[in-house]
């Protein structure tokens, strides 16, 4: 008879293979997310930092007025030893082991803050069809807030995930019609601090606008398999911020820079 751990870690694998996701409860305790509260409180005081200019920052509407506001840190792990310390906790990645039957290495790192009244993301996938981009990416949800449907936790639709990339695989990001998934499937990721989230770079997913009064701070990681490339953050973010830089261009903003 298998130990409660493997018949647990076997659960896992299986549901993930079947439905793109799984949900670990209290994999993190409140003092392992203190430090990490707190750095999140910090940086938002970085107001050298948080700049339209600025590379690293990302920035969201108000789903009322269309004011422009700072939403996130991508990437994070730089700016704080504690966040990094949690991304690459053994607890999260003996969890992805699980999920991939092997070792797992960090791909990108965010820390989103989704203020009251942020707007949410339409249904999408995370897999950007780039050279060479891992197709073993998942993403990982560890919330620093309750992650409830009034505050737009995300939402993914199980199965999905083995019909691979449901858009133009032409390395630009695609929002999907809502009519590629079965409303009715729909699994909001209501999570509590310490639960994470795991779901596949293929599962569709969205969010809803925070309608609450609080913020709903999260990490939001993602890893690819050691096999499938291996340690690839650094050149993500080089070849991201290159991307960024034309996209900014675009609308004739040249005056970027990354800090």
Same mark, same amino acid.
């Given at each position: 008879m298998?130990s409660?751990?493997?018949a647990?870690?076997?659960?896992?694998?299986?549901?993930?293979?079947?439905?793109?996701?799984?949900?670990?409860?209290?994999?993190?305790?409140?003092?392992?997310?203190?430090?990490?509260?707190?750095?999140?409180?910090?940086?938002?005081a970085?107001?050298?930092?948080?700049?339209?200019?600025?590379?690293?920052?990302?920035?969201?509407?108000?789903?009322?007025?269309?004011?422009?506001?700072?939403?996130?840190?991508?990437?994070i792990?730089?700016?704080s030893?504690?966040?990094?310390?949690l991304?690459?906790?053994?607890?999260?990645?003996?969890?992805?082991?699980?999920?991939?039957?092997?070792?797992?290495?960090?791909?990108?790192?965010?820390?989103?803050?989704?203020?009251?009244g942020a707007?949410?993301?339409?249904l999408?996938?995370?897999?950007?069809a780039? *050279?060479?981009? *891992?197709?073993?990416?998942?993403?990982?949800?560890? *919330?620093?807030d309750?992650?409830?449907?009034?505050?737009g936790?995300?939402?993914?639709?199980?199965?999905?995930h083995?019909?691979?990339?449901?858009?133009?695989?032409?390395?630009d990001y695609?929002?999907?019609?809502?009519?590629?998934?079965?409303e009715?499937?729909?699994?909001?990721?209501?999570l509590? *601090?310490g639960?994470?989230?795991?779901?596949?770079?293929?599962t569709?997913?969205?969010?809803?606008?925070?309608?609450?009064?609080?913020w709903r701070?999260q990490?939001?990681?993602?890893?690819?398999?050691?096999?499938?490339g291996?340690?690839?953050?650094?050149?993500?973010?080089?070849?991201?911020?290159?991307?960024?830089?034309?996209?900014?261009?675009?609308?004739?903003?040249?005056?970027?820079?990354?800090?």
């Open positions: 298998m409660s751990t493997l647990a870690q076997s659960k896992r694998a299986g549901q993930y293979a079947r439905e793109g996701y799984v949900i670990v409860r209290g994999l993190f305790t409140a003092d392992d997310l203190a430090p990490v509260i707190a750095e999140s409180e910090r940086l938002l970085r107001k050298d930092l948080i700049d339209l200019r600025n590379l690293r920052c990302r920035w969201q509407n108000h789903c009322q007025t269309g004011e422009c506001r700072f939403d996130a840190f991508d990437p792990i730089d700016l030893p504690a966040i990094e310390r991304a690459r906790d053994v607890r999260l990645l003996d969890v992805l082991h699980d999920v991939y039957g092997e070792p797992t290495c960090l791909f990108k790192d965010k820390l989103i803050y989704k203020p009251p707007t949410g993301y339409g999408h996938q995370d897999y950007i780039w *050279p060479g981009f *891992p197709k073993s990416f998942v993403s990982v949800v560890v *919330p620093l309750a992650a409830t449907a009034a505050n936790c995300t939402v993914v639709y199980p199965g999905r083995r019909e691979s990339c449901l858009s133009a695989a032409d390395g695609h929002e999907l019609p809502l009519t590629t998934v079965d009715a499937t729909a699994v909001p990721l209501v509590e *601090p639960d994470v989230g795991v779901f596949s770079g293929f569709p997913h969205r969010s809803e606008a925070n309608a609450s009064t609080q701070r990490l939001y990681l993602s890893y690819n398999a050691l096999s499938d291996g340690d690839q953050r650094d050149a993500h973010y080089r070849e991201f911020q290159v991307w960024l830089k034309k996209k900014y261009a675009e609308y004739d903003r040249n005056d970027t820079y990354f800090d």
